[in-house]
Nanobody, 115 residues
Framework: QVQLVESGGDLVQPGGSLRLSCAAS????????MAWYRQAPGNEREWVAT???????NYADSVKGRFTISRDNAKDMVYLQMNSLKPEDTAVYYC?????????WGQGTQVTVSS
């Protein structure tokens, strides 16, 4: 059974930085393109960033140049470095496969950007 556990969310001031982590267990992680998603209150879940099995990355326009996705296949971990955070980045952040069928969604980690 695949399990995804996100961590690293916090309350941060605008312009600040956070690093999110995603631990994947019981999966074929190294053979999957992985992604970060986020869901703000009242909004649909949206895609944020992708990293392929070979390390190729892609980003939503809203985070391009500010966020960096990375992975450590040896540790079954995915990371999201978030810099220059804005209030509109406030959301619950999730990791999962990039393409369906998705793994069961984890609890996510809350990121709040506010002064």
């Amino acid at each position: 059974q695949v399990q995804l556990v996100e961590s690293g969310g916090d309350l941060v001031q605008p312009g600040g930085s956070l690093r999110l982590s995603c631990a994947a267990s019981g999966s074929i992680f190294s053979r999957k393109a992985m992604a970060w998603y986020r869901q703000a209150p009242g909004n649909e879940r949206e895609w944020v960033a992708t990293i392929s099995t070979g390390g190729i990355t892609n980003y939503a326009d809203s985070v391009k140049g500010r966020f960096t996705i990375s992975r450590d296949n040896a540790k079954d971990m995915v990371y999201l470095q978030m810099n220059s955070l804005k209030p509109e980045d406030t959301a619950v952040y999730y990791c999962n496969y990039r393409f369906s069928p998705f793994a069961p969604w984890g609890q996510g980690t809350q990121v709040t950007v506010s002064s």
